[in-house]
């Protein structure tokens, strides 16, 4: 008797360890954008960024609602509006003000982050930490667009592809251009990328206080939407802070850069050299926090905000008390929207 309860016992712990172990081999062999893009909810716990925007994760993460007074979840299957919640505070006060300069009726919100952050799958580098989101450059229209609608909407590209790097001022109005300025007038926001083209067209064309134009970074892409980074979270400290962006409007090389062939041409290649398969980033290139993030249960609250999402058809409504949110976040002095800029001031 005795001997068959050891035995058991050390059957148990063989089985228990073989589970731990078939849990850690799974994590030291699949690739950490499988891991994190497997995650269907956020972990439990405090919001916490970790790492850095382009190499990290997220706790407690919140969604975005669906809708809002101001905005529009779009790509709902893509299950990527999940930011920390100062970042869902800031695009819940930016949304009102673009539609008080007369954006539509508010702003169309495209990804934002996994529910635990970390890499993805497929598209962005960076989105990792729940402080980057973007924004299309298509108004939010009057009526509510449908689940199906919000898959399908093609992006519109304020680029006039017929030419090099220039913008189509068929499509690009002062008003984009109020929108953009406003969104890196707010304090946290450190970066809002764009196209060079549209960058150009700013630096030639703003009129208005240009102490936060230096804050829009030309970057490939980004013709259809533009892209809202904020700065580390105040405490965060498993955070990693990017460098601040360099005085001055940003109006100089750094732009003309972009209108040589340099960023443009195709990288030169050995034909002869043997392709190099990338290395896949791996749970344990990620911060060490980050494995916990995974482990961690998940908030069940989150799962109403997934089930509002997936059912296609039928009315998404916001399933998380927003006003909550955006009361626990840090608040915004209230600087309002921007001025109109004069034409020749
Ligand atoms: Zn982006």
């Known amino acids: ?49 970790f790492g850095s925007y382009a190499k990290g994760c997220m706790g407690g993460a919140v969604a975005l609602p669906t809708d809002g007074p101001t905005w529009q979840a779009m790509r709902l299957s893509r299950n ?9 505070s800031l695009l819940e006060r930016f949304s009102k003000d673009a539609a008080s300069l007369g954006w539509g009726t508010g702003i169309l919100v495209g990804d934002i982050s996994q529910p635990r952050g970390g890499p993805m799958l497929f598209g ?3 989105h990792q930490i729940g402080l980057d989101a973007d924004v299309w450059f298509t108004p939010k229209p009057a009526e509510p667009l449908s689940p199906q609608q919000r898959e399908d909407m093609p992006f519109t590209s304020m680029l006039d592809k017929s030419k090099f790097l220039t913008v189509d001022t068929r499509r690009w109005s002062d008003t984009h251009a109020r929108v953009v300025m406003q ?12 196209n060079p083209a549209i960058k150009k067209k700013l630096c030639e064309t703003w009129r208005g206080d240009r102490s936060n134009l230096g804050k829009v970074r030309p970057i490939y892409g980004h013709d259809e ?22 005085q001055g409007d940003g109006c100089d090389k750094s732009l003309a850069w972009w209108f ?37 249960p998940a908030n069940a609250a989150g799962q109403e905000m997934v089930a509002a999402y997936s059912a296609v058809g039928a009315v998404p409504v916001p399933a998380q008390n927003i006003e909550a949110i955006i009361a ?17 001031d």
Not at 7 to 36: D, M, N, V, W, Y
Not at 185 to 193: L, M, T
Not at 225 to 246: D, E, L, N
Not at 272 to 287: T, Y
Request: with cysteine; net charge positive; charged share 20%.
């Open 328 to 344: 626990n976040a840090q608040s915004l002095p209230e600087i309002g929207p921007l001025p109109r800029p004069r034409p020749f």
């Open 1 to 49: 008797m005795r001997r068959t309860s050891r035995h058991l016992i050390r059957l148990l712990a063989t089985g228990l360890c073989l589970a731990q172990l078939a849990g850690q081999g799974l994590a030291e062999t699949r690739p950490a954008k499988e891991l994190f893009g497997g995650a269907k909810l956020p972990s439990q716990g405090q919001a916490a960024p």
């Open 124 to 126: 962005h580098a960076s």
């Open 80 to 88: 990527r509006r999940w930011g920390n919640p100062e970042m869902i």
């Open 260 to 296: 040589t062939d340099e960023p443009w041409a195709k990288p030169k290649t050995d034909p002869n050299a043997k392709p190099v398969k990338p290395r896949q980033v791996m749970l344990s290139d990620l911060p060490r926090a980050c494995a916990a993030v995974l482990a961690a």
């Open 183 to 194: 969104a890196a007038s707010y304090p946290q926001v450190e970066r809002v990328f764009v």
């Open 225 to 246: 939407h533009f892209h809202i980074r904020i700065g580390c979270t105040p405490g965060a400290t498993g955070c990693k802070p990017q460098a601040a962006v360099g």
